[in-house]
Every structure is written in C-alpha cells, then in structure tokens.
C-alpha cells in the first residue's frame, strides 16, 4: 500500500482565496484524521470521521474550514477564505479496527497563505 | 478526558549517550499510549506502543518505551544515540471513545551533537 497520499504537498495561495487540500486514506481503513501543525500550537486535531462519517469537527477553527469524505477513499479540507493565520502544515491521517490501533500519517500539505 | 504532558520541548545528547524522553499521560481509564517519531518535512511515523500487554515496548530503531501506572509515565528510551534519531518526538494517547482519536504531547526536539 503507498499509504496515506495527501495533494498537494506545498501550497501558496493569496489572501482570500479557496484552498482545497486532499487525502486518499490507507485502503481499508475506516477513521480519517486532519490534523493542522503549527509551531505556536503543535499538532492539533481539526475533525475525524468514522466511515466516511464526521464524528467530531470541534477542532475546526471557524467557518471558514470544512471537510467532506464523500466516500472511504477521498476526503478534502477546503478554507475559504484563506487567511495568512491558516499559514501551517496540514496532516491527513487515517486507522483501522479498535483502541489501540495507531495511525498512519500523510507526508503533509505545508499550506501559505500570503 | 485523556491527555499527555511532555517535558521538555527541546533535548540534546552525544552521540553514543542515553536519549531520555518525558512523557506523562492523564486518562480516566487505562490508556493506549505511542510515540511518534517526525523527520523534517515528513509526517509523524509510529515508534512503539502500549496496549495493556506488556509493560516495557520495544519499537524500532532501538527505542523502548516503561509504562508505569504509578507515575502515570510511558518515558521513551535509547541506549546509545544516534546522528539520525534527530528528530522530533511525539508522545499520544488514544480516547477510546469512538473513532480512535490521538491526543498529541507538544512535541520534544531531539538533537545529537557529534
């Protein structure tokens, strides 16, 4: 399996724009993370989903983030508008089965927003 | 609610000398604990694990990780350092309460001096 895939892995967009940021899950696994990472925060935790379905989505900074998993192998990030504060690496992770099982990491999106 | 407490935000050994990292968890029931390992510009990469099994873990690259109840501790450990376990390091602990969820320490930069 090539893993957890994340597109695009750098993004520079400007002020205000849409950014999209995509994941493709280990297949077979049935929980998706997003994660954003940021040196002032560390690792933060914005929405999961259990089979394809968002069980928590508190970590979302505000409405301007969303998250869709239309199916068990695609899940997107979109930020519209951007702000220069959403400036951070964004990771995509994903996990099978009970407690205890870890999860697989994507290389990342390192997002600008300049 | 479960959580970790990481001390030390940056450490920095010899080569050949003990790599100690902190990590101290809080959770309302037993907890499943990891460390994560991070290189520059990659994802965040499964070290070891603690499951309720065995209470010494051994995980790759010659890392250990002692869980002991009593001090509500799951320190990781190497015996001899190496230039590229420079890295930083992640300690988590699952929810279980749903989808898996990982709650992330803030994180220790490790660094070997030659």
């Known amino acids: 399996d090539a893993g957890v895939i994340q597109s695009p892995r750098h993004e520079v967009t400007e002020m205000g724009q849409e950014v999209t940021l995509r994941c493709k899950p280990i297949s077979g696994h049935n929980s998706l993370f997003w994660y954003r990472q940021t040196m002032m925060r560390g690792l933060e935790l914005l929405i999961y989903f259990n089979n394809n379905v968002p069980i928590d989505d508190s970590g979302m900074p505000e409405d301007r983030f969303s998250a869709k998993m239309p199916n068990a192998s695609f899940s997107t990030l979109k930020i519209q508008p951007s702000e220069p504060r959403d400036s951070a690496v964004y990771f995509c992770?994903?996990?099978?089965?009970?407690?205890?099982?870890?999860?697989?990491f994507g290389q990342g999106t390192r997002l600008t927003v300049v | 609610a479960q959580s970790v407490t990481q001390l030390g935000s940056h450490v920095s050994v010899s080569e050949g000398a003990l790599v100690l990292l902190r990590c101290n968890y809080s959770s309302s029931v037993p907890p499943y604990l990891f460390w994560y390992v991070q290189y520059p510009n990659q994802g965040l990469q499964l070290l070891l694990k603690y499951t309720s099994a065995a209470t010494l873990v051994k995980g790759i690259n010659g890392f250990e990780a002692e869980f002991k109840k009593s001090e509500t501790s799951f320190h990781l450990t190497k015996p001899s350092a190496h230039m590229s376990d420079a890295a930083e390091y992640f300690c988590a602990v699952s929810d279980q309460t749903g989808a898996n969820n990982l709650f992330f320490g803030t994180g220790t930069r490790l660094t070997v001096i030659p």
């Open positions: 992770a994903s996990s099978f089965g009970p407690f205890g099982t870890e999860a697989f």
